[in-house]
Each structure stands twice: as C-alpha cells, then as structure tokens.
C-alpha cells in the first residue's frame, strides 16, 4: 500500500508530505484549495505524460515522491525482481517535471523510463475518475477483476497450460513440413555423421593423440635427455649422485653429537636419497618406452590433420567436433522419422485441440456463473449509489477463431446504463466523469477489491449525489477500505466522516502568491472541518452537533 506522498513545487504545492495508512482515507478542502493534486501527482507517478504547466511558477522542477510497501508474493515484488529494480523489499517512485517539458523518473533510486513506471504503477494504485487511469476501462482488466471475482485461477491455468501444449505441437508440425523433401539433407548428414565416427572423438582420446604425437616427434631429444640424466645419476664418468650424498651424510654424522640440528639435515638428505634413487627408476621406464619411429610419427600426423580438417570444414575446434558429431547425429535421427512424426503429431494436435476445448468450456462455464453474479451485485449497488434504474452487465462475446487462446474462449465487456430506458453501453464509453465514479466504485465493492491492486483512490466519487446516497457511497467506501487501502477526495460530509484518517487542504497568499497547504486533522479538528462542509462560511452550534453526530456514526 501506499505509506507516504512528497510533493515539492508542483502547482500551488510549495512542499508537501503525507503519511497514509491502511483503511480509508478522505481529503477535503474549499473549491479550488488543490485538493485532487494528490491524485494528479500519483497520476504523474502512474506514467501520465510531464506536464511543464503542473511546475509551480518560479520553480525549475516539481518532484513527486511515492513510497509503497510491497509484500514479498505480491505481483509487484515479482515485478521489481524482473526487472531487476528490487532493493530489500523497498518500492519507492520517483519523478521530476520540468518547466521547460522535460521529466525524469526512477525507480528504487534506479533510472527508469515512462513505461517502467507506468507497468509497475498499474500493479500498486489504481485511479478511479479520470478515464487515462482506470484500469476498469480496458478490457483485459476486466477479464481480470471477472476471473478474480469467480477464484478461476485453477481454470484459467488449466486453459494457459493446455494452449502452450498446442502451440508448441503446431509449430513443431510447422517446422517438420517446411523442411519438404529431406532425402539430400539425409544423405548429405549421413555422410558427415560417417566421417566424424571414423574417428576416435573422445575427450580422453584427443588428449591421447596429442600426447602421443608431441612425444614421437620429440622422442629424439627425450632419449638423448633421459640418457644422459641417467648417466649422471649413475655416476658413468664422476661420481653418482647418491654416492655423494653419502659421503655427505658421513661427515655430517661425524660431528651430530655436537649440534643436534644436524639431525634434521641428515633426514632430509636421506629423503633425497630416496628420491634420487625413485627418479632414476621412473627415468628408466621412460626411456625404456621411447623409441625412434618415423612410421608411427606419420600414422599420428595423418590422423590429426584429419582432424584439423574436418574441424576446418565444419568451422569449429578440434574439441568441439564431438558436439558437431552429436548435432548430426540429433538432425539425422529426426528427419529419418519425420515423415512418422508428422502422421503422430496430427493425431496429438487433435488430441491437444480437445484438451483445450474441455478446460476452455469448464472456465467458460464458470465465467458466464460469475458474470451472473456480479452483474446483480453491481446493479442492485448502483441503486443505492443514487442511480436507480441503472444496470451493470458483464457480458461474455467468444473469441472469433479456432486457434486454442490462453485466455479462453471468451472475452468480457461491462455495459452499463446509469439511467432506466437507456440501452446498456461500453463502460469505456460512459462520458459523466461522475458516474463513472460512482460504476466503478460499485463494481469494486461487489468484486471485494479482488483485482490485486492494493491502493484505490476516487476523485470526487460522490459528485452530483447528497443525502442518504452521499452518506452510502461513504459506508461503501469504508467497507471497501477493509480489503484495501482507499483514498477519496471528497467534498461531501458523509463520506468524509467515514474516512480513518482525515487531510485538509486549504490555501494562503504569501507575497502575492497562492499556495495550498496540507493538513492531517486530529479528531477535534475534523468536527470543525465537517461542520464547514455542512454549514458553510458561518459554523454553528448546530453544524457542530451534526458533524460529532457524524463521526460518531461512522465509528
């Protein structure tokens, strides 16, 4: 939910911060005080397009500061995390307006474009009474809020799965046509395929030959090398080396009893000793193992120039031919049995196209129940929200085509008719700024806030109503508060009395220049600020009783 709103010089709003908690939460103030600047703020928060004229005169910028709390499941956290914004569980939107047009915008302290901003928005606020912030006007949205009033995740899900399994058989049958007659390409990859498993490709093989051939042709030298490495160790013409040491150790243990370190000195050379002696054995071996072959040398070079060459032709490593052999191998494989595949994947088609047909008519059924049900919920809500006579339908249309859709096999739209006799519209045709309010508060009252987004904010919902329809659309608004987080900008008593929480706004003069001024009011301070709403510019004793009366109705 939204926790808290900056404001620096945008439009009369010299600076403004205010802290927002769960429930509902009313704003209030004179005509013309800059109450619904809060709602354009998050509007400009919510990817509205800068405005240069919304920068207060006099300043270089205006900036606008929201702070949300996300819960870690929530579809916004989820967002964050893709995108790559997400900052230890903080969700914070930030944007600048300048006076000569231009703005900027962050997110998470992070640069982001309008269209970042604008996604990640939808899915935290949602803005009721200005027809470029409600999501109830798009129709995927509308499907949403309908599959989230009915619980038809499970069914939609099924219909999803069951469309993914039918794209991928179709193009895979795509794929298996456009290839046509593959007798060359099995020809041409059998005779690759023949060429690759004529050689030994194996990691440890490879490694083998080159070992092998690095020695061959190097085998003079490594005779002449270990040769003379055991003549001197076997001491042909000077003393041996083990002999030395020896002799060494002989006179060192003459004079230990004098110094014990020399101890210490003796073992090592006797450790040497065993070596020397290790390493003329192992010398010997080698040795033993080498020998001149010019024929061998030449059987070695063939066989890695064919394999330099036919990492050439396939433009690859040595190292990577087994991946090419195996490539081959998968390709060949795959078109030998295209022609059975094909014939299988028809019948899979069928069978898929089936499937689907069965999950999509199970969540159409549980559409068309729900849809049933919401239409009488919102049309006996819009009775008590002074439009009687009025009717809202949510009407299913089917999705033209025979393509598997992972939506379904329908799309919804909501009609409305605010007054008796009039045929039902498009809601993203109702022109009254009001009604549209007032529909959308009624939709999302019988939906219980189900469509996931946890912060609602109306604007002027009760305009053109009073009386005991202003003191409803109040008690809707609370309820609705508890599933939600809601704010109302209001200028009605009975629905501001309802509210939580209370913020006033008013304006001053400073230097010739009007400015509003934000205000959270303590308890004492909204019977005041009710009775003005009731009595006007003279409050009286009687205004005063009415607003405590009020107050102590809503709690």
Request: hydrophobic letters at 45%.
């Amino acid at each position: 939910m939204l926790t808290r709103l900056t404001l620096r010089d945008f439009a009369v709003a010299a600076a403004a911060e205010l802290d927002f908690g769960p429930g509902l939460t009313v704003i209030s103030g004179e005509t013309g005080a800059g109450k619904s600047l809060l709602v354009d703020a998050l509007g400009f928060l919510s990817g509205m397009r800068a405005d240069s004229g919304m920068v207060r005169h006099g300043a270089a910028r205006a900036e606008l500061h929201a702070e949300f709390t996300v819960d870690a499941g929530h579809v916004a956290a989820t967002w964050l995390s893709e995108q790559e914004f997400d900052d230890e569980g903080a969700c914070v939107l930030r944007r600048t307006l300048r006076a000569d047009g231009g703005s900027r915008a962050w997110i998470n302290g992070r640069p982001a474009t309008l269209s970042q901003l604008a996604e990640l928005a939808a899915l935290l606020v949602e803005i009721h009474g200005q027809h470029e912030h409600q999501a109830l006007l798009s129709r995927p949205s509308q499907l949403a809020l309908l599959d989230a009033f009915g619980a038809h995740g499970d069914a939609l899900a099924a219909v999803r799965d069951a469309a993914q399994a039918w794209s991928a058989l179709l193009a895979e049958r795509e794929r298996l046509s456009k290839a046509g007659d593959v007798g060359e390409r099995i020809d041409w990859l059998q005779h690759q395929l023949d060429e690759l498993e004529r050689e030994s490709l194996a990691p440890d093989a490879l490694a083998e030959l080159t070992a092998s051939h690095r020695r061959q042709a190097h085998a003079a030298g490594l005779i002449s090398a270990c040769d003379d490495a055991i003549a001197r160790l076997a001491g042909d013409e000077t003393p041996s080396l083990p002999r030395q040491l020896q002799q060494v150790r002989g006179a060192i243990a003459r004079e230990q009893a004098h110094e014990p370190r020399l101890a210490e000195v003796d073992g090592m050379l006797d450790a040497a000793a065993i070596q020397l002696d290790e390493a003329t054995l192992l010398l010997q071996r080698i040795r033993d193992d080498l020998d001149v072959d010019p024929a061998q040398l030449e059987a070695l070079d063939a066989r890695l120039g064919r394999l330099h060459e036919l990492a050439r032709k396939h433009r690859v490593t040595v190292d990577e031919l087994p991946a090419r052999r195996d490539a081959f191998a998968s390709e060949l494989a795959e078109l030998q049995g295209a022609g059975e595949r094909l014939h299988a994947l028809d019948d899979e088609i069928t069978a898929a196209t089936r499937a689907w047909r069965q999950a999509a008519d199970a969540l159409g059924e549980a559409r068309r129940q729900a849809a049933t049900r919401l239409s009488s919920a919102t049309s006996t809500l819009l009775g008590e929200l002074g439009m009687g006579g009025g009717v809202f339908d949510a009407t299913l249309e089917p999705v033209a085509g025979d393509r598997p859709d992972p939506q379904g096999g329908e799309r919804v739209e909501f009609l409305v008719s605010a007054n008796a006799g009039q045929p039902p519209r498009p809601l993203r045709k109702v022109a009254s700024g009001g009604e549209l309010s007032r529909i959308s508060l009624a939709i999302e009252v019988a939906a219980l806030g189900l469509d996931a987004v946890p912060t609602m904010v109306f604007d002027e919902v009760d305009s053109g109503i009073g009386g005991a329809v202003a003191d409803i659309v109040g008690r809707k608004l609370r309820a609705l508060g508890a599933s939600r987080q809601v704010l109302c900008v209001t200028h009605l008593p009975q629905v501001a009395a309802q509210g939580h929480a209370h913020y006033r706004v008013s304006k001053s003069e400073d230097g010739g220049s009007t400015r509003s001024n934000v205000q959270r009011l303590a308890d004492s301070e909204r019977t005041e600020e009710l009775a003005r709403m009731l009595g006007g510019v003279d409050v009286g004793k009687e205004a005063r009783a009415a607003a405590r009366k009020l107050l102590a109705g809503a709690q």
